[in-house]
């Protein structure tokens, strides 16, 4: 199986802009997650999709959002670009159904750079 | 929000010799997975140890878990350069996805 996908692998955007990453799930995962990874940080959690909805949501502003299709991938937006916005966002993805808890599958990362 | 929390330090160790990462966390987990990141890429999954497990083995590496202390362990034995990374442990509750990070161990294997 191949193993999650992100794109871009790399962005540079200046502040104010916005920006969408992408992240394509291991075939047959419906749950997908998003990271952001700082070196102030560390790795905070976003938000959970599963089957469209919003399963989870982190302490991160109204500015990020995100959003899944039908066919598991999912989207992340950030609006109004701040310079602490610039970070690695990881996306994993599981097969855990319902409320379970599973492995978690990462991708390679969309690294943001905002000038 | 519980925390997965390693003991801060960097680890600088020769081929061959074993290297022990501790984590620890703060409230009721449904399992613990340990994590490797190379360089700032994307995150390699290790190992999953569950609530009612106190050890694991996957080739070269052993977990334990604690819960009455609420701790964890990797070792990882007869290290190789291919192991110089940061490790993360990541613990997620019941009932969710939701992983709570530590803030990662640096190991550099010397060859």
């Known amino acids: 199986k191949a193993g999650v996908t992100q794109t871009p692998r790399y962005l540079i955007k200046t502040r104010g802009q916005q920006v969408t990453l992408s992240c394509s799930p291991i075939?047959?995962?419906?749950?997908v997650s998003w990271y952001q990874q700082t070196p102030g940080q560390g790795l905070q959690f976003l938000f959970e999709y599963f089957s469209e909805t919003q399963r989870n949501k982190g302490n991160f502003p109204g500015r990020f959002s995100g959003r899944q299709f039908s066919n598991s991938r999912s989207e992340m937006n950030v609006s109004t670009l701040e310079l602490g916005d610039s970070a690695l966002y990881l996306c994993a993805s599981s097969s855990s159904s319902g409320m379970s808890t599973d492995t978690q599958y990462f991708g390679p990362g969309t690294r943001l750079t905002v000038l | 929000s519980q925390q997965g929390e390693e003991d801060p330090q960097a680890l600088s160790i020769q081929e061959g010799e074993n290297a022990t990462m501790n984590c620890s966390y703060k409230?009721?987990?449904?399992?613990l997975q340990w994590y490797r990141q190379n360089s700032g890429r994307g995150l390699v999954h290790l190992i999953l140890i569950r609530s009612n497990e106190r050890e694991k083995h996957s080739g070269r590496l052993r977990v334990t878990l604690d819960t009455s202390k609420k701790s964890s362990s990797l070792l990882i034995t007869a290290s190789r350069a291919a192991d110089t990374a940061s490790y993360f442990c990541?613990?997620?509750?019941?009932?969710?996805?939701?992983?709570?990070f530590g803030k990662g161990n640096q190991v550099v294997v010397i060859p």
């Open positions: 409230t009721s987990i449904n399992n």
């Open positions: 990541a613990t997620a509750p019941y009932g969710n996805n939701r992983l709570a």
């Open positions: 075939s047959g995962h419906r749950s």
